[in-house]
């Protein structure tokens, strides 16, 4: 299989085997993968909930409309933006103690940003949580199966409800529920629009 063969195999998986188990270190590993995935001005908006617990998947499972893969899951990773990660001072002091920047460079990357969210704003808002959050969960997606398991991308459940039943707080946006496991059956296909229906070719 090529990397693209990979990358096509994609599939949302929906019947998972409900004795298979993940454990808390791959958990870790897979989450520590997927956060190199791209974010704007290298801001880490993300923050992820790990449901491994048969009993609380069940409520999970009824209060997302008896999607059984929930409850059948070997785990239910929870996506939320957290617009207080849209910190330019906090990103600046990471990025100095992870020598990523000198001490010469932290005036002139620090201007950039300012300058960069002054023309869009929304970017620090919950476009942008949405946005970034996306480009986490696609990473968090190939990394998943990557390591030998599948998953199904879901916003079909009340995320208001999810997030008073395991007291997430309030201030983060609900961005994406997505169950992972063994699988027992093949994703559903899935087939695209013609490259010639979207792209355009500017020569």
Known sequence: MTQLDFLDGRKSVRTFDPTAQISNQEIMDILSHAANAPSGNNFPPWKVFVVKNKEKQEILKNISFKQQQIAD??????IF???SN???QKIMKFNLENHIISENQL???TSRVHTYLKLHPEDISNEGLRFDNGLFAMNLMHTIRA???????MRGT???KIMEFLNIPQN???ILMLPLGKPLKAGYPHRRYPTNDFVKIIE
């Not at 390591?147 to 991308?153: A, I, L, Q, R």
């Open 73 to 78: 899951a070997s785990a239910v990773f929870l």
């Open 81 to 83: 933006g957290d617009k």
């Open 86 to 88: 849209y910190d330019i």
């Open 107 to 109: 005036t002139e990357k």
């Open 147 to 153: 390591v030998g398991y599948e998953s199904n991308p």
């Open 158 to 160: 009340d995320f208001q």
């Open 172 to 174: 983060l946006e609900p």
